[in-house]
């Protein structure tokens, strides 16, 4: 019999791109094969982002698109050449997660041609990945997002964060460097808080009160194996311990460059963003992994255009970026999303051209500098 066909497309953040690595396995083990031409597969599994609206668009943008070549194919060919549609990832954690149905059935509604909107965890993750690359395995190692940063949607999409137990994430390296992985990236929304969930202690750390993290024990036995790197996303200020700075100095091998989404320079901003931290807090830890840690360098993440972001907020986040020396950054135009504390108790008030203007500043400053 002539195997079935499936084709997938992945938007979003690295941890979809570890998702993604899953559901092929689920898939192949149904029965399917993989292919790299969407019109010539029986099925098109969509692992959907929603961080932007922009992003939103994108999948909205794809299933019409085959939607179109449904309807157009539908003539020319008797039963099959119709493809169908399956979405996954952040769009279907929404939907399934608000407990009212309102999302899904409107969801349903908007779009008849989609066959199921697949929660991700009705696909197991005990599934060994089929691994895209050959050097580098990505290992999640929690999933979700406990953080609630005023403007971001992941906690609603994915639900809390949920730590896997360390034995297995240490089996996981094992078997990876048994199939002659040099690499590892460990992968999770609030990587260094990892463990969090399942420990009691608390302590406050940069104005949040947190359960002590466990992720500085765990990288110590990733870092001990026989890897040439290692590396982890992303991390977030308030739970960088001095432990885990400890940690990153004593083994070569884990990777000197680290991400550490700031979002904004403005104290005021940061407050309204519910990140806890000061700017000159953010500096102060940069400075202390820079002492502990030789050759260290920073990537980040920033949001421009967040309401009450006024040219002196700006400034102060351009201030931040002149301090603190980032090799990289990716930066973001806010986009209020449905659901948020942001978008429910803020004006989207900055217009697109003056957020274009900001960000080609930012990108100027930090991206364009060689
Ligand atoms: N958990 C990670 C990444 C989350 S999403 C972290 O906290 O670092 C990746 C980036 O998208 C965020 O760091 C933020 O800069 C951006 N982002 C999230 N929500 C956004 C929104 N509503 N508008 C614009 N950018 C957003
Ligand atoms: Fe979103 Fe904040 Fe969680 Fe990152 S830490 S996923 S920005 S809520
Ligand atoms: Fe997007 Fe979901 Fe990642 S919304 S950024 S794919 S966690």
Redesign the pocket.
């Known amino acids: 019999m002539k195997k079935l066909k499936f084709f997938i497309k992945t938007?979003?953040?690295i941890?979809?791109t570890a998702d993604s690595e899953r559901i092929k396995a689920f898939y192949w083990n149904k029965g399917y094969e993989e292919i790299d031409n969407w019109k010539k597969s029986d099925l098109v599994i969509i692992n959907?982002?929603?961080?932007r609206e922009s992003?939103e668009n994108r999948v909205y943008g794809l299933i019409n698109l085959i939607n179109q070549w449904n309807k157009k194919t539908s003539f020319t060919k008797a039963t099959d050449g119709q493809v169908k549609i399956i979405v996954t990832?952040?769009l279907a954690g929404l939907a399934h997660k608000d407990k009212t149905g309102k999302k899904l059935n409107q969801l349903k509604r908007d779009f008849p041609e989609v066959s199921e909107f697949l929660p991700i965890e009705k696909i197991s993750f005990k599934l060994d990945p089929i691994r895209d690359k050959k050097d580098l395995a990505l290992i999640p190692i929690s999933f979700g997002c406990s953080n609630f940063c005023s403007y971001c949607?992941?906690p609603f999409?994915?639900g809390p964060e949920l730590s896997k137990p360390m034995e297995e994430i240490l089996k996981e390296v094992d078997e990876v460097i048994k199939n002659g992985f040099k690499e590892v990236l460990l992968i999770g929304?609030n990587v260094n808080s990892y463990g969090a969930d399942f420990n009691d202690e608390t302590e406050v750390s940069m104005g949040k009160k947190r359960f002590k993290s466990s992720f500085h024990k765990l990288l110590e036995e990733v870092a001990k194996k026989d890897l040439q790197k290692v590396s982890f996303v992303s991390s977030n200020p308030w739970d960088f311990s001095d432990e885990l700075i400890e940690t990153i100095a004593k083994y070569s091998n884990i990777d000197r460059l680290l991400h550490l989404p700031f979002q904004a320079g403005d104290d005021e901003v940061l407050k309204k963003m519910n990140r806890g931290y000061t700017s000159k807090e953010y500096i102060n830890l940069i400075k202390k992994i820079r002492d502990k840690v030789p050759n260290v360098r920073f990537s980040t993440d920033i949001i421009i255009g967040f309401p009450g972001e006024d040219e002196k907020a700006f400034q102060n986040t351009v201030k931040l970026c002149k301090k603190a020396k980032f090799e990289i950054a990716y930066v973001n135009k806010y986009s209020p999303r449905k659901g948020t504390v942001s978008a429910k108790l803020y004006k989207d008030e900055i217009p697109q051209s003056e957020k274009k203007r900001r960000w080609r500043i930012l990108d100027d400053l930090i991206n364009k500098k060689n």
């Open positions: 938007f979003g953040c941890q979809n959907t982002c929603i961080i992003a990832g952040c949607i992941v999409a994915r929304q």
